[in-house]
Every structure is written in C-alpha cells, then in structure tokens.
C-alpha cells in the first residue's frame, strides 16, 4: 500500500500541494453537495404533495363545514382501486404535511401514472415565457398524481394534481461547479508552484552538475522571496568553493613546478656518476618519483578537467592505448568486438585505461582489453592473469596510497594512486570502477560507464 | 656551422644550468650558459649561436617571449624545457616557433637526442619538423586534431590514435600529395618520441587505413606509390 502511494504520488513540491488542495476541495464540494441535495428533495416532494394536500384539507373543512365542496375531490367509503407507480416518498412527506394542518391521516396512498393532466393557466404561461413548450420532444412529460387519504377509518378522499416530472439533472451541475472552483484555486496554485519549483529544480540541478563534475553555473536568482534567498545563499558558497578549488590548483602548480626542478638538476647530475649500474638505479629512482608527484597532481585536480566531453569510439581508443603498449613490447592484447561509442573526456578515458593495463602488466603477467556495451553500459574490462585480490581487500585497493603486495613483484614502486585516480576519473564520468575476481582464475577490472 | 656546435643554455635555476653545461660540453657541445632573458639576448646578438635550450619559467621575460624574439629575428632552433606537464603549456611553445620540447626531469641523453635530430634536420636542409601546434586538419571528410591526437569522422564522433599512427597521419596531413618514403617517413616521425615508433612504417600504414578507408585493400586516401612509398591523396584544410 505504502509502496503503491509512493509510486502514485507526485514527487515535487508543488505536486503535492496541488493533489492536496484538489482533494480536499473536492470533499468539501461533496459535502456541501450532499447538504443541498437533501434539502432539494425535500423541496421537490413538497412541491409534489403540496396542490393535492391543500385541496384535501381545503375539501375536508369544507365538509365539515357543510359547505360546497369546489375542487375536484371524491369521497368514498372503501379504500379506492388505482393503478400505477406508488410513491412512498411522496406518501411520507403528505403524512407529515397532513399533519402539520391538525388533519392526521390514518393512511396515504400516492400513485404517479403517465396520463397527461391539463395544464393550469399560470403554468402554461410560466412555460411559454421560458421557451419550455416541448418537454414532449425532450421526453420529460408531466405526469399524474392521485392521491388518496384515509382521514377517519373506512373513510377515503382522494385528488388529483400534475407531478412535476424529474427536474433537470443536478449532476451535471456540481461537475461544472468543481471544474470552476478547481480552475479558480489551482490555476494560480500551480502558477506559484512554478515559481517555486523551478529555482528549486535550478538549485538541485546545479548542486547535482558540481557533485557530478565539480564546475557548476551561478543559478538565477528568481521565485519567492525565501527561495531567492537561498539561491543567493548557494551561488555564495559555490564562488567560495571555486575560490578555493582554484587556490587548490595554483598550489599544486606550484608545488609540481618546485619538485620537478630540483628533481631535473638531481637527473642532470646523475649522468657524472661513474658506476652505470648505479646511475641506472638512480635515474630510475628519480623517474618513479616524478611519476608519483605526477599522479598526486592528476588526483588532486580530479574532478576539475578542462576537457570537454566528446563523441568517442571507445574501441578505438582501447585499440589506441593497447598500441602504445604494443610498440613497447608490453603483453597486451586487445580483444576486438563491436565498435562502441562513448560520450567521454578521452584524454582521462586514455589515462584510466593505460593504469589498469599497467596494473595487469604489473601484477598479472598480461593483460587483455575489451570492449563492450551491455545492460545499458559501457564498459571497457581489462583482465589480468594473475593471483586477483582477495575479496575484502578490493575496497581499500581503490584507496590513495595503498599497494598490493605481491610476492612475485615486490619492487613495482608507484605511490599506490593508480586506481584511485582511475576511479576519481569513473566518477567524473558518472561511471565506476569495478574490481572483480574471475572464476577462471585473474583480475578483471571494469571501467564502467554510463551511455 | 663550426664542428662543435654552440650552444645557448637559458635557465634560472642554477642547479640546472651547471651540471647540464657541464654534461652538453661532455657531449661535444660548446655551451654558453646564462640566467636570463635579457642576457640571452645580448649573447644572441654576439656570438653565432647554433641552437638554443631555453626554460619556460623564468623570472622577469620568460622563456615563450624570448622563443617569440628568437624566431622573429632569425632561424636558430629552439628546444623548450618545462616543468609543466599540461597539455596546453606545450601547445603554446610550440605556437611560439620552438622546434621541440622536453618535460623536467628529463634524461639529458635523450636531450643531447633531440639536439643531434635537430642539427641533422638542419644540416640535409630538411624543413623545420612540423610541431603539433593545437592546429586541426581536415581532409576527406576526417579531421585530425593535434591537440588531442585523434581523428573525428563526419558524425563528430573521435577515433584516438595511438602515438606511432597519429605521427604518422600528421606528417601526412602537413605534406598532402607529397610521395613520401619510408625513411622519410621514419625521419620525420622518429624526431617526437623515439622510442615508440619501433614497428614497421608499413604495419602502421595498414592499422591508419583500417580507420580511415571505407576499403582498406583498395585505399583512396593514403595510397602505395610502386617503388616510392606512400602519398595523402586528399585536400587537406588547416582550421
């Protein structure tokens, strides 16, 4: 039930203020509908009874008076014979005005039939003035009432009058009542729903877009006063993270540019070292440390590419990357599928990929590259034939500075920031990083993205 | 040119500066070595200089407007040092008229390399290599962007290149129609990145054809010259 409300319910705001307004105007609509509906039929059934009552009781004083009796009534000694549709309705209500009029009836018997009564002469004007001449046509014929009333026992009267046929339907009227009462309320409702919902998409939209990418546009400042407020309140604090991002930036500049200069004068020097061996390490030393300040630069700036996201054949560039491998000598295959495209940044695609095949190298022996879209992903796998990691090592594998320890490859050297740079590329690109232990026996690692 | 090339080193950093005038002369180079632009300058005007090695980051005039200067004012090759790693630093040297570039800390073996490619260039009177300069080109349909080392068919959708092809669709893209050969090809591409262009010309021939033919045994574009070696057969555009 709860699940189904939820799935039924308008999410927005405004959404639920509108349902919420529109149900509760559409209970009071039937309330006082219902109200006006009682108070109408006891009206009609007045009008019904009324003409034959006041004759009956006008025909009864008569009587008892001795005087003439001038309306068409007829007395009788027995319950008299009529056929037709009875109307207990109608029966309750003359009761109670009989009674009203100091004349209570032992029994009321009220029959409506389809014989045509002559119309009085105030009606049949009142019916010319409102163009109401073809009820015929209309099918809505007045019909007969008989009345008869047993006002001593064993002592009948009875009367006839016209029945007014059914009034027009009262239905329609309400319908047309609520569509006026719901256009009068939830026009302006929803109007100002807009106004509020759509700074408030703007904001959400906008917090989304800096979570997703880390660059957002300043939202417009527009809507009612306290939702304006809180635009200004955020475009403030998004200009003060920018501040600071770009502070972040011109640090890690700095501190790249700082390193990397007494690291070359450090290489220069190393080529008067006489021993080869020696300077080869030494070199090799100098190498991997400026690789790692390369990767602690590229992480650090995570998030904050200026790389525009393009059309990309993901293939290709697996096909791009595995060749580079390739004219080094590396172990690296690609295995060729279906040409894949991909709305990517394919220099940080490239990256990515070139740490995962790095890693297999590393601690699989070789690697393997495909490419493949799936399920409504794409995803670029690249396998190892190596140990894999356990299980409950996978999580921290993806962390800075952390390191596998193989026993096989113990002087790999790197700062441990591969995968975490990868997956801080996966998350700019709304995708993930996805380690996975084959059932065959190495690593498969997905870079898995959305289309 | 005098057998002993000379050269003009431009670096603030003393640490630097030293040890890699040491190490060039080691290399049978004649080295000046000084600290700034301005000094530079004065040497440039004095001395005939052969090739200058010039730091980006300098304080006071830096090294992409004396770059600037030096290819206004004559024809000396520049090769630019830089601690920078981004993308966009090396495009704008190469913008400024240097004839190549080297990434701090860098191995100054393969510094004296680019030195000897240079000098080699100069010497067979080739033309000055042809530097990536963030320029794009288009041709049959396809554009090659520089900066980003992939071609982009007509849907806007990108073909990444890997490092040997997209040297070789550049040179290609900067000499259509040109019959080159395979050694000329080799030279001209060899001079970027040394080391990764191991594999044979012809291989990587056929791995660019299968990107951009529609019918990589019938080529339309890059075409076998019998006897000679291969020729872009198209318009190129540079945007």
């Given at each position: 039930m709860k699940a189904l409300l939820r799935r039924f319910l308008p999410h927005s705001l405004a959404g639920q203020i509108i349902l919420l307004v529109a149900v509760a105007l559409l209970v009071a609509q039937m309330i006082s509908f219902s109200m006006i509906y009682r108070e109408r039929q006891r009206q009609i059934l007045t009008g019904a009874a009324a003409p034959a009552v006041v004759r009956i009781v006008d025909a009864l004083d008569r009587s008892a008076a001795g005087q003439d009796i001038r309306s068409r009534v007829t007395f009788s000694t027995s319950k008299p014979v009529l056929r037709g549709e009875r109307r207990p309705d109608i029966e309750r209500r003359a009761a109670d005005m009989l009674a009203d009029f100091q004349e209570p009836a032992l029994q009321v018997i009220a029959i409506a039939d389809d014989v045509p009564m002559r119309a009085n002469r105030w009606r049949a004007l009142r019916e010319r003035a409102h163009g109401d001449h073809d009820h015929d046509r209309r099918g809505r014929r007045d019909k007969r009432l008989t009345m008869a009333v047993e006002y001593q026992a064993g002592k009948w009267v009875s009367v006839q009058s016209r029945l007014d046929s059914d009034p027009p339907r009262f239905g329609g009227w309400l319908i047309a009542q609520t569509i006026i009462l719901y256009v009068i309320v939830l026009l302006p409702l929803a109007w100002i729903g807009r106004r509020l919902a759509r700074p408030l998409k703007d904001l959400s939209g906008s917090a989304q877009q800096f979570a997703a990418s880390g660059s957002a546009d300043p939202v417009e400042e527009r809507g009612p006063g306290d939702v304006r407020e809180l635009t200004t309140a955020f475009n403030a604090m998004r200009a003060r993270i920018f501040a600071m991002l770009d502070e972040k930036d011109r640090m890690l500049g700095a501190i790249g540019h700082d390193l990397r200069t007494p690291l070359a004068s450090l290489r220069v020097r190393t080529e008067s070292v006489e021993d080869e061996g020696e300077r080869a390490r030494m070199s090799e030393t100098i190498e991997e440390m400026n690789r790692m300040l390369d990767d602690i630069l590229a992480l650090a700036r995570a998030g904050r590419s200026m790389e525009p996201v393009q059309k990309v054949d993901l293939s290709a560039l697996a096909d791009a990357v595995v060749e580079d491998f390739l004219e080094l000598g590396e172990p690296v295959g690609l295995i060729e599928g279906e040409r894949v495209i991909g709305s990517v940044r394919p220099q940080l695609i490239r990256r990515a990929l070139r740490n995962l095949i790095e890693n297999a190298i590393k601690y699989g022996d070789r690697a393997h590259v495909t490419v493949v879209a799936e399920d409504g992903r794409l995803r670029i796998a690249v396998r190892d034939e190596g140990p894999g990691i356990a299980e409950d090592r996978m999580e921290e594998m993806m962390q800075p500075f952390t390191r596998m320890e193989s026993s096989r490859n113990r002087e790999t050297g790197g700062a441990g920031l591969g995968l975490a740079l990868v997956r801080a590329i996966m998350a700019e690109h709304g995708g993930t990083l996805r380690l996975a232990n084959r059932p065959d026996g190495g690593l498969e690692a997905s870079l898995i993205l959305p289309v | 040119m005098t057998d002993r090339p000379h050269l003009l080193l431009v670096d603030d950093e003393r640490s630097i500066r030293e040890p890699l005038a040491q190490y060039l002369q080691r290399n049978g180079f004649r080295v000046t070595a000084v600290e700034n632009a301005a000094e530079a300058r004065t040497r440039l005007a004095a001395n005939a200089i052969d090739l200058v090695i010039l730091?980006?980051?300098?304080?006071?005039?830096?090294?992409?407007?004396?770059?600037?200067?030096?290819?206004?004012?004559?024809?000396?090759?520049?090769?630019?040092?830089?601690?920078?790693?981004?993308?966009?630093?090396?495009?704008?040297?190469?913008?400024?008229?240097?004839?190549?570039?080297?990434?701090?800390?860098?191995?100054?073996?393969?510094?004296?390399?680019?030195?000897?490619?240079?000098?080699?260039?100069?010497?067979?009177?080739?033309?000055?290599?042809?530097?990536?300069?963030?320029?794009?080109?288009?041709?049959?349909?396809?554009?090659?962007?520089?900066?980003?080392?992939?071609?982009?068919?007509?849907?806007?959708?990108?073909?990444?290149?890997?490092?040997?092809?997209?040297?070789?669709?550049?040179?290609?893209?900067?000499?259509?129609?040109?019959?080159?050969?395979?050694?000329?090809?080799?030279?001209?591409?060899?001079?970027?990145?040394?080391?990764?262009?191991?594999?044979?010309?012809?291989?990587?021939?056929?791995r660019l054809r299968k990107k951009i033919e529609i019918d990589p045994k019938n080529p339309a574009l890059i075409k076998t010259v019998w006897g000679g070696g291969y020729t872009l057969s198209a318009e190129v555009r540079k945007l």
């Open positions: - | 730091d980006i980051m300098m304080p006071g005039e830096d090294g992409l407007s004396l770059c600037r200067h030096i290819r206004e004012t004559g024809d000396i090759p520049v090769i630019l040092l830089t601690a920078k790693s981004e993308e966009t630093d090396r495009i704008v040297g190469l913008e400024m008229g240097a004839d190549d570039y080297v990434l701090k800390p860098f191995s100054p073996r393969e510094l004296v390399a680019r030195i000897k490619v240079i000098f080699r260039r100069v010497a067979t009177g080739g033309q000055r290599v042809t530097a990536p300069d963030g320029a794009s080109y288009a041709f049959a349909g396809w554009v090659l962007k520089s900066q980003e080392r992939t071609l982009v068919d007509k849907d806007g959708v990108s073909l990444p290149l890997s490092t040997a092809e997209y040297n070789l669709m550049l040179a290609f893209a900067t000499r259509p129609n040109q019959v080159l050969s395979r050694d000329q090809l080799l030279d001209i591409t060899q001079g970027r990145e040394a080391n990764a262009f191991d594999r044979a010309i012809d291989n990587q021939i056929s």
